[in-house]
């Protein structure tokens, strides 16, 4: 294992978001508090409780998810995108480098940005909301799987994209409308029974009901169902970007 | 001298169906500053990149100070430092890490003394700390040389390294490519200026077509390709060629004005005076004399040119 590459391209991209500390980190804190003032502390007072979870509570998982979802698609996809975008990809595809160590160091920055967000989302959404984490260790661990799934995915997108228009399309037409039909703001049970059974077929249901679990105790889903399909997103990703260093797919000729 | 790289029978077919090496064999000795030469399309970039890891090589062989660029790429990767043609930067970063980032990348472990020393010979130390997208140009083009240079690689690729380069700054960057080849460093560049080819390789291949027609020493190269010319400026201009001088392979130019000799660079240079000795029993006055000796842009346009009436 080149241990000194993997660090220089997590040191590199990491720096990227200290440089940038109020569009990589203030902007989303912000936006999902503004969830929790509206929500939670104004609306959410005339809401009925989910579930036994008060409703400001009650939405505080999904929201740290749709960020951690958001932001690790975006932060690796734009990772790897932009030294494609520059020409300094060469750079990296020139160095004494395995495909593997190159996907560590982005994805692994890529995943640590959306941890450290989702945590400083979760410490600021207190403020507004009161809630209570039931099973903290598999919070954390199901919040660190999950940004590295779905930064795998941004990694893919990254390869993939060759404008800024086509790295802006998954995020904000599927992953975003996934997760805000996902169970984020109401438990799926409240659903239509043909539409409990078309919302199953939406991923983000089971990433957002296992981590609402780790808060509560209660899910629309069971925990192992959730850490399957988890686990099956993540095994997914990791063989298409297997196919695309075997095949060289946008990156070599 | 041993070759620090030999390329055996390399091909590359792009997916599109274009064959831009055909069984291409090389080797570039250590120590050496090696020009290859060739007009658009010949296959110089392919070869560089194939070299450098960018391009998968279709067939053929490739090694790199004794390792095998594909099956022992870390090691083959390691020795190999390369600037390419297009300037491509990271514009936010500050030029220090840019060039720590390289050095790490390619597995180094941090040296800031080395990393000050390049920045140093490149003249860009007291542009540390600046955002590169705030260098110039030449700032931008020497940054890329650092980087290529930052984990002291043994071989190090200048594809087109003066391209669009003010004339100051490329006689810069030719001293400091001399002093690298003192230090030890392999040199192979590309150039569409034959001049630079001229004024600093000691090997020149030619490649046309995706093969390699010729490599020599640039001095035999000259001796053994070039001509020389001779030209006199009359004081009266001639209409044609007395008969007395028809034997001479003379050549009447400028509306008879001038008389024009061409010779090769190996031939015996006292015929010249016999040839002047002729000229003054015609009663041949002339004002003038200058002698030329065909540059490199001259042999090299010369080869491509004869190259392509073969193929065609």
């Known amino acids: ?253 | 001298m041993s070759a620090i790289i030999s390329v055996e029978q390399l091909e590359k077919t792009y997916s599109g169906g274009f064959q831009a090496l055909k069984q291409v064999d090389l080797e570039i000795r250590a120590g050496e500053i090696f020009a290859l030469l060739g007009p658009n399309g010949a296959g110089k970039t392919t070869l560089i990149s194939i070299i450098c890891g960018l391009v998968t090589p279709s067939a053929g062989r490739v090694m790199a100070d004794g390792h095998d660029i594909v099956r022992d790429f870390r090691a083959a990767r390691s020795k190999i430092g390369l600037v390419p043609q297009e300037l491509a930067t990271n514009a936010f970063e500050q030029v220090i890490a840019t060039v720590r980032f390289s050095r790490g990348l390619f597995g180094k472990p941090p040296n800031e003394a080395h990393i000050e020393k390049v920045l140093r010979d490149l003249s860009l130390w007291d542009k540390r700390h600046t955002p590169t997208m705030e260098l110039s140009g030449g700032m931008k083009r020497r940054l890329m040389i650092a980087k290529a240079l930052s984990h002291e690689p043994r071989i190090l690729f200048l594809d087109e390294p003066t391209a669009g380069v003010d004339v100051e700054l490329r006689r810069d960057m030719w001293n400091m490519v001399r002093h690298l080849r003192e230090s030890g460093v392999t040199i192979i560049l590309t150039t569409h200026y034959i001049e630079e080819a001229e004024e600093m390789a000691d090997r020149i291949g030619v490649i046309n077509h995706g093969r390699i027609i010729l490599v020599d020493d640039k001095a035999s190269l000259m001796k053994t390709l070039g001509r020389k010319e001779l030209r006199l400026t009359l004081q009266e201009p001639l209409q044609a060629l007395p008969d007395a001088l028809a034997d001479t392979e003379l050549e009447l130019a400028d509306e008879g004005y001038q008389l024009i000799y061409r010779f090769d660079v190996q031939d015996d240079h006292a015929h010249i005076s016999d040839l002047l000795g002729r000229l003054g029993e015609a009663g041949i006055q002339y004002r003038d004399l200058q002698t030329r000796e065909s540059s490199l842009e001259d042999i090299f346009v010369d080869l491509v040119h004869r190259e392509q009436e073969v193929s065609a």
């Not at chain 1, 998810?65 to 060469?90: C, D, E, H, R």
């Not at chain 1, 009161?130 to 590295?148: E, G, K, R, V």
């Not at chain 1, 438990?187 to 609402?212: A, E, K």
């Not at chain 1, 209660?218 to 192992?224: E, G, N, W």
């Open chain 1, 1 to 253: 294992m080149n241990y000194y590459s993997i660090r220089a391209i997590y040191i590199f991209e990491m720096s990227r978001t200290f440089r940038t500390l109020l569009q990589s980190i203030a902007t989303p804190v912000i936006s999902t508090c503004l969830y929790f003032v509206v929500f939670g502390s104004a609306i959410g007072s005339q809401m009925m409780d989910i579930d036994g979870v008060s409703y400001g509570a009650f939405i505080v998982p999904g929201l740290v998810m749709l960020t951690l979802l958001m932001q690790s698609v975006t932060n690796a996809s734009f990772g790897i995108y932009f030294p494609k975008f520059n020409g300094t990809i060469y750079e990296v595809m020139s160095a004494p480098i395995s495909y593997i160590e190159i996907v560590i160091g982005y994805v692994g920055a890529a995943a640590t940005k959306s941890v450290v967000l989702g945590l400083i989302i979760l410490l600021t959404a207190r403020l507004f909301v009161d809630y209570q984490i039931d099973h903290p260790i598999w919070m954390f661990s199901f919040l660190i799987l999950t940004a590295i799934t779905f930064s795998f995915l941004g990694f893919i997108i990254g390869i993939w994209a060759d404008g800024f228009e086509k790295l802006q399309i998954v995020p904000m037409m599927v992953v975003t409308p996934l997760t805000f039909l996902g169970g984020t703001f109401y438990s799926i049970d409240m659903l239509p029974p043909f539409w409990q059974g078309v919302t199953l077929l939406n991923p983000v249901v089971y990433l957002v009901s296992g981590f609402r679990w780790a808060f509560y105790g209660t899910s629309d889903v069971h925990i192992a169902i959730s850490l399957a399909m988890t686990l099956g997103f993540l095994a997914i990703f990791i063989a298409l970007t297997w196919w695309i260093f075997k095949t060289g797919y946008k990156l070599k000729s």
